[in-house]
């Protein structure tokens, strides 16, 4: 029928094909012989009313549900069954599309192998199931890989287990209040949190005012207090990068052929910056942070839940995934490379070092990603010159935007006019003044870094030998 499944077709297929022309005959032949085997003495050494249990291979396609699982994913162990008063089975639970399995009869005792030693549980990656209530708060910095978390956030969402809002605050506020609405009612409703699983990734792109510091900041922390006291996990975390690799990344995604990295010079503390939604963009304007920044910032930092560092993603990852209940945190690594993996191992190592450390001792990774970065930017910046460019610059076609992404720093001196690229000009610059001229920009955002970097790692050390098992098996 329109509803069989594949076990009815297979009884079907079988009573379809005749193997007796006298049905009568063979049925009371049938009926003899069961007869005489109920009657047959019972030669088994175990008694007959003893629980019998049956481990067979089930595909995972065709398991029933509530099917107990094994450690082996294609072994279903079914429930013991009662045998009957004569040792026989009820004829309900006998098979009926295939002939029982074989009794597997105990080898002597000696037969057995010595006892295998005991060996230390298997460490899992993810080790907690699915809460039943958890809000998730991710402040994403620009260039920071939180993109990358984006996905694993995205991925929990396209599987139905957590909702996810992204790109928050980025051009009006109307999305946080929809956030903060939402989870608002949930609170005041009876029942409302359970099931409520939420991340939200607010990704402020910068403005001329500290707006998650003043406005964003304390809504968040009064939802957890709220949150918590009624029984909900809620954690606001975010990642941090070395500040010479975050200001890099950032030129080679918003600069580039605009300004080359010979000559450009960042804005000041970009990362302290974008934590609070203040602008880098607009170089020549981008004041210094004061101190009194840097102290609230590092303030909000020390309200945070998690503070990662870009450099450990997959320790912070991991660490994550045991604060807010993830249950897939995986993700594809944009560059798996030997070499790659080689150049992440080393910016590991010397992103611990402080600025003054790395301009008197510049390590060889550094200065060769530096170069790198440069011969890439000062080859864009001919292209653009030679065919014209515009872009989004304001000034003319072809022309270095030092009005916008500058200053430039040209051997006349510093300027932040609209200047040609020269190319011999640029060549003549070495790696070591564009990284003394790097680490100048950066008075807040390297002790805020380093600050963080130093409680992340205690955090990972606080978690044991487990941690590197489990990065091991992310990876």
Same mark, same amino acid.
């Given at each position: 029928?329109?509803?069989?499944? &594949?076990?009815?077709?297979?009884?079907?297929?079988?009573?379809?094909?005749?193997?007796?022309?006298?049905?009568?005959?063979?049925? +009371?032949?049938?009926?003899?012989?069961?007869?005489?085997?109920?009657? $047959?003495?019972?030669?088994?050494?175990?008694?007959?009313?003893?629980?019998?249990?049956?481990?067979?291979?089930?595909?995972?396609?065709?398991?029933?549900?509530?099917?107990?699982?094994?450690?082996?994913?294609?072994?279903?162990?079914? $429930?013991? /069954?009662?045998?009957?008063?004569?040792?026989?089975?009820?004829?309900?639970?006998?098979?009926? !599309?295939?002939? &029982? @399995?074989?009794?597997?009869?105990?080898?002597?005792?000696?037969?057995?192998?010595?006892?295998?030693?005991?060996?230390?549980?298997?460490? *899992?990656?993810?080790?907690?199931?699915?809460?039943?209530?958890?809000?998730?708060?991710?402040?994403?910095?620009?260039?920071?890989?939180?993109?990358?978390?984006?996905?694993? %956030?995205? #991925?929990?969402?396209?599987?139905?287990?957590?909702?996810?809002?992204?790109?928050?605050? #980025?051009?009006?506020?109307?999305?946080?209040?929809?956030?903060?609405?939402?989870?608002?009612?949930?609170?005041?409703?009876?029942?409302?949190?359970?099931?409520?699983?939420?991340?939200?990734?607010?990704?402020?792109? =910068?403005?001329?005012?500290?707006?998650?510091?003043?406005?964003?900041?304390?809504?968040?922390? %009064?939802?957890?207090?709220?949150?918590?006291?009624?029984?909900?996990?809620?954690?606001?975390?975010?990642?941090?990068?070395? @500040?010479?690799?975050?200001?890099?990344?950032?030129?080679?995604?918003?600069?580039?052929?605009?300004?080359?990295?010979?000559?450009?010079?960042?804005?000041?503390?970009?990362? !302290?910056?974008?934590?609070?939604?203040?602008?880098?963009?607009? =170089?020549?304007?981008?004041?210094?942070?004061?101190?009194?920044?840097?102290?609230?910032?590092?303030?909000?930092?020390?309200?945070?839940?998690?503070?990662?560092?870009?450099?450990?993603?997959?320790?912070?990852?991991?660490?994550?995934?045991?604060?807010?209940?993830?249950?897939?945190?995986?993700?594809?690594?944009?560059?798996?490379?030997?070499?790659?993996?080689?150049?992440?191992?080393?910016?590991?190592?010397?992103?611990?070092?402080?600025?003054? !450390?790395?301009? *008197?001792?510049?390590?060889?990774?550094?200065?060769?990603?530096?170069?790198? #970065?440069?011969?890439?930017?000062?080859? *864009? $910046?001919?292209?653009?010159?030679?065919?014209?460019?515009?872009?989004?610059?304001?000034?003319?076609?072809?022309?270095?935007?030092? *009005?916008?992404?500058?200053?430039?720093?040209?051997?006349?001196?510093?300027?932040?006019?609209?200047?040609?690229?020269?190319?011999?000009?640029?060549?003549?610059?070495?790696?070591? $003044? /564009? %990284?003394?001229? %790097?680490? =100048?920009?950066?008075?807040?955002?390297?002790?805020?870094?380093?600050?963080?970097?130093?409680?992340?790692?205690?955090?990972?050390?606080?978690?044991?030998?487990? +941690?590197?098992?489990?990065?091991?098996?992310?990876?």
């Amino acid at each position: 029928g329109t509803h069989m499944q &594949p076990r009815d077709l297979v009884i079907n297929e079988r009573l379809s094909q005749p193997r007796c022309p006298w049905r009568g005959i063979c049925t +009371l032949a049938g009926l003899l012989a069961f007869l005489a085997l109920l009657s $047959a003495p019972q030669h088994s050494d175990r008694p007959s009313s003893t629980l019998q249990s049956i481990s067979l291979t089930v595909p995972a396609g065709l398991r029933p549900a509530g099917t107990h699982l094994g450690s082996d994913d294609d072994v279903a162990v079914l $429930a013991p /069954v009662k045998t009957a008063p004569h040792g026989t089975p009820p004829l309900s639970r006998l098979p009926q !599309s295939r002939p &029982p @399995p074989k009794a597997q009869l105990s080898p002597p005792p000696s037969a057995f192998p010595p006892p295998a030693p005991a060996t230390a549980t298997p460490v *899992a990656l993810v080790q907690q199931p699915l809460p039943n209530c958890s809000v998730l708060f991710f402040h994403h910095l620009e260039k920071t890989a939180g993109t990358t978390l984006r996905s694993v %956030l995205q #991925r929990h969402a396209q599987l139905g287990l957590f909702d996810f809002v992204s790109f928050v605050n #980025r051009y009006n506020k109307v999305q946080f209040q929809m956030v903060t609405h939402r989870v608002d009612e949930a609170l005041r409703t009876p029942g409302g949190l359970s099931g409520l699983r939420l991340a939200v990734e607010i990704h402020i792109g =910068g403005g001329g005012y500290e707006q998650f510091l003043k406005y964003t900041l304390p809504d968040l922390l %009064l939802l957890r207090s709220k949150l918590r006291a009624a029984g909900c996990r809620c954690n606001l975390v975010t990642l941090l990068r070395h @500040p010479l690799l975050q200001h890099l990344s950032w030129h080679r995604h918003f600069v580039n052929e605009r300004v080359p990295l010979c000559f450009w010079n960042s804005p000041h503390d970009c990362q !302290s910056r974008m934590s609070m939604a203040l602008a880098c963009h607009g =170089g020549p304007s981008v004041r210094p942070l004061t101190r009194d920044h840097r102290t609230a910032v590092q303030a909000m930092w020390d309200a945070f839940d998690l503070v990662g560092t870009t450099e450990h993603f997959d320790s912070f990852l991991v660490l994550l995934a045991d604060l807010a209940g993830l249950q897939r945190p995986f993700y594809r690594i944009q560059l798996g490379t030997a070499e790659t993996t080689a150049a992440r191992e080393a910016t590991r190592r010397w992103s611990a070092r402080t600025c003054a !450390s790395l301009t *008197a001792d510049p390590p060889q990774a550094l200065l060769e990603y530096i170069r790198k #970065r440069m011969a890439a930017t000062a080859k *864009a $910046a001919a292209g653009f010159r030679a065919r014209k460019g515009k872009g989004d610059s304001r000034g003319p076609a072809g022309m270095m935007d030092c *009005a916008g992404y500058g200053p430039c720093e040209l051997p006349a001196g510093s300027t932040t006019q609209y200047s040609w690229f020269e190319r011999d000009q640029c060549d003549a610059v070495t790696a070591e $003044a /564009v %990284l003394s001229r %790097l680490c =100048g920009r950066i008075a807040s955002d390297e002790p805020l870094y380093l600050t963080a970097r130093e409680r992340f790692e205690q955090r990972r050390r606080a978690a044991g030998a487990s +941690l590197p098992q489990r990065v091991e098996l992310l990876r």
